[in-house]
């Protein structure tokens, strides 16, 4: 427990619990005896899985639920006793914050400005400074549904800070926002909390941003397993942490699916070229208790956040980690390597007078793995949607699965899983429902029906959440049941539009376990990301900017775009920020070009 005075927390909770009821009936305990502390002035994160509590914990800080048991102060303020109290003083950003997509960003602010009851004089004073910390001033007659995902959510901050609060709540902030835009985003979080003291928390599913604050809470299943500084969470896995050179002719992504098959190896990631792991016996040569590194090189390297997180996680969910396996989705015959099954040639699309995609052109084998990444506006999702036969093109040949999409879109459908960018399922249906509808509408029937929707449900583990309404699930869940309805009738070319946004490490990690052995099983697999380390998982990589192609290559040849000050590897991200503030240098109108089409 803490000698510190209570006077000195914004935020202070102890032996909090909060249970919810589901439509089948279950208890769920959210909370379980949680206790948390965040100074004045200071930055702390809440990360965790899926299902870990985060959400809940930040709604019972914003008084919009009491807690079952506990006590939770907020400034001094008892929050179960006065809510309203409580909420005058603080400013809670949730994960859908509600701009009003046909109101000007203006508008938008005068909007929470009164609901806020600040006085025209103050709104005088106030706006230029949050106009000039989010960059928005160029913009303020700009209707918010036709800004970029990055500048939505600037300016859905600038309208969380109206009231000048003395508390900051943001859940998942930088959800579904591009690197350069999560840097800006960072950047004025981090001078509210210098220049203004003000005391922020936030949950969020990105590690390299909780080694940023000052405290973090690491949750699961409810209860708090760790809590202090970073570099706590970072101790548990000091030497433990190694990297792998993949041997000859062996991609990283293979060598890491074989290592997190294997009990020994706590964690495994991709990372520039090679694989980073780490062990679950300290100062140990992994290679000697994992087979799987058997002749490879392996070099110790230090811990990070990331590397103590998963250590912890594996730790109390037991030893060795989550296998995953998918079967066969089908009888597939020998395939050519070099048979190009997507064809893109100076393809574009316009919306009136603006060109969302610019004369791209690009070629993706069978069996292949292609990412396609770009800020946010970049043209990724619209060239997505023509991919798979949902909008058409206005110039440019496109062939997908031999098919001329622009003459045989029904005939490439069939040959292609889609998993969109937002969940886009049956909220309503339940998981079953939803697989049964999926299974219809891609003209399953009879047996074959039966069999591929129990495959789907033993696969995706789905099978004890069967009745629950699919807008129930956790966001993990909802991203297992929309892969699983895109995979049931055993398509040649999956396309998946940001599918892991939002969505914790290890799901993500089981995530890529799969879309690796859909590789290997020949299915060809495209997909957009913002998570920049989830491209050294692709064979082959273009970036997009403004509609137009910036680079194409390997991920090595991706990284060779970038140089580093400190001579450290440049990582996939450093490439990707490098190539297009080049590009925007060359043209520094391409910023203010992008608007609300993706």
């Not at 089948?24 to 899926?50: C, K, N």
């Not at 990055?150 to 000048?164: E, R, Y």
């Not at 040639?345 to 919306?351: D, Y």
């Not at 009745?467 to 929309?482: D, F, I, N, T, V």
Request: include cysteine.
């Amino acid at each position: 427990m803490s000698t510190t005075p209570a006077s000195d927390y914004t935020v202070l909770g102890r032996n909090l619990s909060r249970k919810f009821r589901r439509e089948t009936g279950e208890t769920i305990a959210a909370l379980d005896d949680v206790s948390i502390e965040v100074r004045q002035g200071g930055l702390a994160a809440l990360v965790g899985p899926d299902g870990a509590g985060k959400t809940t914990l930040i709604r019972l800080i914003a008084g919009l639920m009491p807690p079952d048991a506990g006590t939770l102060m907020v400034d001094g303020i008892d929050v179960a006793r006065d809510p309203q109290r409580v909420q005058d003083r603080i400013a809670y950003m949730p994960q859908r914050f509600g701009l009003y997509e046909d109101l000007t960003v203006r508008e938008n602010l005068d909007l929470y400005a009164s609901l806020h009851g600040i006085a025209d004089d103050q709104r005088g004073r106030r706006y230029p400074a949050l106009f000039q910390m989010t960059g928005l001033a160029p913009f303020t007659s700009r209707l918010a549904g036709h800004l970029s995902g990055g500048m939505k959510q600037k300016l859905g901050l600038a309208c969380t800070l109206i009231g000048s609060p003395e508390l900051l709540l943001l859940d998942e902030p930088t959800v579904g926002v591009d690197p350069l835009s999560r840097r800006e985003l960072w950047d004025i979080i981090a001078r509210l909390v210098r220049e203004q003291s003000l005391t922020v928390l936030l949950s969020t599913s990105y590690l390299d941003e909780a080694e940023r604050c000052d405290r973090v809470f690491v949750l699961r299943e409810g209860k708090l397993l760790a809590s202090g500084p970073p570099s706590e969470v970072t101790d548990l896995a000091s030497g433990r942490s190694f990297e792998a050179e993949p041997g000859a002719g062996e991609q990283a992504r293979n060598l890491q699916a074989r290592l997190l098959d294997d009990p020994a190896i706590v964690d495994a990631v991709p990372e520039a070229g090679r694989v980073r792991l780490v062990s679950a016996a300290e100062d140990r040569q992994p290679r000697e208790i994992a087979p799987a590194l058997s002749g490879l090189h392996v070099v110790p390297v230090p811990a990070r956040f990331e590397d103590g997180f998963m250590y912890l996680f594996r730790q109390h969910a037991g030893t060795g980690t989550h296998a995953v396996a998918i079967p066969p989705l089908d009888h597939r015959s020998a395939f050519d390597a070099t048979e190009q099954v997507i064809e893109v040639h100076e393809l574009v699309r316009k919306f009136g007078n603006f060109t969302a995609v610019d004369r791209i052109s690009f070629e993706v084998r069978r069996g292949e793995i292609f990412g396609l990444l770009g800020p946010n506006g970049a043209g990724k999702t619209t060239t997505f949607r023509m991919l798979c036969g949902l909008l058409s093109a206005t110039a440019g040949t496109l062939r997908v699965a031999g098919f001329d999409l622009r003459r045989a879109r029904a005939s490439a459908r069939q040959h292609i899983g889609y998993v969109a960018q937002k969940f886009s399922l049956y909220g309503q249906l339940t998981v079953a429902e939803n697989l049964d509808f999926f299974a219809s509408a891609y003209g399953l029937h009879g047996r074959r029906k039966r069999e591929r929707i129990e495959w789907a449900l033993a696969q995706f583990e789905l099978e004890p959440l069967m009745w629950l309404s699919s807008g129930e699930l956790p966001g993990g869940y909802k991203q297992r049941l929309a892969m699983a309805t895109a995979l049931l009738h055993s398509p040649d070319i999956l396309f998946l539009d940001e599918p892991t946004s939002g969505a914790d490490p290890l799901a993500r990690r089981e995530f890529w376990q799969r879309i690796t052995q859909l590789a290997q099983q020949q299915v060809t697999v495209v997909v957009t990301t913002h998570f920049m380390e989830e491209a050294e998982y692709c064979d082959r990589i273009a970036i997009l900017d403004a509609g137009r192609m910036l680079a194409e290559g390997t991920p090595a040849e991706i990284r060779r775009r970038a140089a580093r000050a400190d001579e450290r590897r440049p990582t996939m991200e450093d490439a990707f920020i490098a190539i297009v503030e080049q590009a925007r240098e060359h043209n520094p109108a391409v910023p203010t070009q992008r608007v609300g089409v993706q």
